[in-house]
């Protein structure tokens, strides 16, 4: 069976955070967040509705520009911080 393409993916909160902030921005459009991460229009949208992840190398990149935390931006590969 073919997977269908359309089906979220096990990573959909980060979609969420990345929505939130750039609803953020003036104007809060694809195109002023792409402009500011970096990344094409295109691939913002893929961010934002979960069909890609933000590769490893620029989580560091995305927190720096946008105040989202490495650990909600990609909580797959970096651990929550513990609380005492």
Do not use: N
């Amino acid at each position: 069976m073919i997977p269908d393409k359309r089906q979220p993916r096990p990573w959909r909160g980060e979609p969420t955070v990345l929505r939130a902030w750039r609803l953020t921005l003036a104007p809060p459009t694809l195109a002023e967040a792409a402009r500011r991460l970096g990344v094409s229009v295109p691939q913002m949208s893929r961010y934002e509705h979960g069909l890609r992840r933000i590769d490893p190398q620029r989580v560091k990149h995305f927190a720096a520009i946008t105040g989202i935390p490495r650990e909600l931006l990609r909580p797959d590969i970096f651990e929550q911080p513990s609380h005492p």
